[in-house]
């Protein structure tokens, strides 16, 4: 069977840290809004056949009209409607795929500066380990702290990872992963989830591969982050047009 690969774009969070009036997935960075860059990304992929985009229920027709067809994003098959959580968007964006599908890329529209050559590392993890979550060790010490802000404990440095997007799994892992997430907190499993990995880790037997991302991979979360990636467009764009 050929090899299908299809993309989970996340834009239904309501950004409350960027305390913005738009959701920053559609503020603009250098003339072209978050969203735009992560689309495109998937959109310049060879070996990315389609993006499922989940969206605000109320952004639904903005992100068709305003996104998806003012850029002419060919790849986006559908737009679907998002939940009040992050997994819970992934799993109506799960809920919307084939079962055609081998491999699903789940990445934050939040995420402007995906590249090809982490796609492609993605990919080859995920040909032979079923699972695998781009990140970067992480640069600072790590404290876990108590209730009353004091440190208690200072973990390895090495053996952590800041975890990105993509998060990319075989198709019938992840949905089944994610539909005994479902039932277990149906039942009243408790505790956040905030990636797809931990739903895959907590879920079944499967151990999940880190990939080397990018630090410049950021997730656009606070004000500051919008200033970092208007500089990040500029420093890439001169770089690529050096190679040129
Ligand atoms: N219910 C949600 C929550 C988040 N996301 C998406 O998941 C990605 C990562 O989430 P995060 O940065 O936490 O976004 P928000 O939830 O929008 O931000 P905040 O927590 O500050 O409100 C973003 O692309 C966001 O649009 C989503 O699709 N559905
Ligand atoms: C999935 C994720 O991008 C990994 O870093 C992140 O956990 C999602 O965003 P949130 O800010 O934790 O909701």
Redesign the pocket.
């Known amino acids: 069977m050929k090899e299908k690969n299809v993309a989970v774009?996340?834009?239904?969070?309501?950004?409350?840290?960027?305390h913005s009036k738009m959701?920053?997935?559609y503020l603009m960075i250098e003339g072209m809004p978050v969203?735009w860059y992560?689309l495109q990304a998937f959109e310049e992929c060879p070996f990315i056949d389609e993006v499922i985009l989940?969206?605000?229920e109320a952004d639904m027709a903005y992100c068709r009209e305003q996104i998806v067809e003012k850029y002419g994003f060919r790849k986006v098959r559908r737009i679907v409607a998002?939940?009040?959580?992050?997994?819970?968007?992934?799993y109506n964006g799960l809920l919307a795929i084939q079962e055609d599908c081998s491999y699903v890329y789940i990445?934050?529209?939040?995420?402007p500066f995906l590249t090809q050559e982490i796609l492609e590392r993605a990919r080859e993890a995920v040909l032979i380990h079923q699972a695998c979550v781009v990140g970067m060790p992480v640069k600072d010490t790590i404290k876990i702290c108590d209730e009353a802000g004091f440190g208690i404990q200072t973990p390895d440095r090495s053996a952590l990872w800041q975890v990105q997007?993509p998060q990319v799994f075989s198709y019938s892992l992840i949905r089944g992963s994610y539909e005994l997430l479902m039932e277990a907190l149906q039942k009243g499993m408790e505790g956040t989830v905030?990636d797809d990995a931990m739903v895959v880790e907590r879920m079944t037997d499967c151990k999940v591969k880190l990939v080397e991302g990018s630090y410049s991979n950021i997730?656009?979360?606070?004000p500051e982050d919008l200033a970092v990636a208007g500089s990040l467009v500029l420093l890439l764009r001169a770089e690529k047009n050096r190679k040129k």
């Open positions: 774009v996340l834009s239904a969070g309501q950004g409350k840290r960027m959701a920053k997935q969203i992560s989940v969206a605000g998002g939940g009040k959580e992050r997994y819970h968007s992934v990445h934050d529209g939040a995420r997007t905030t997730k656009i979360t606070t």
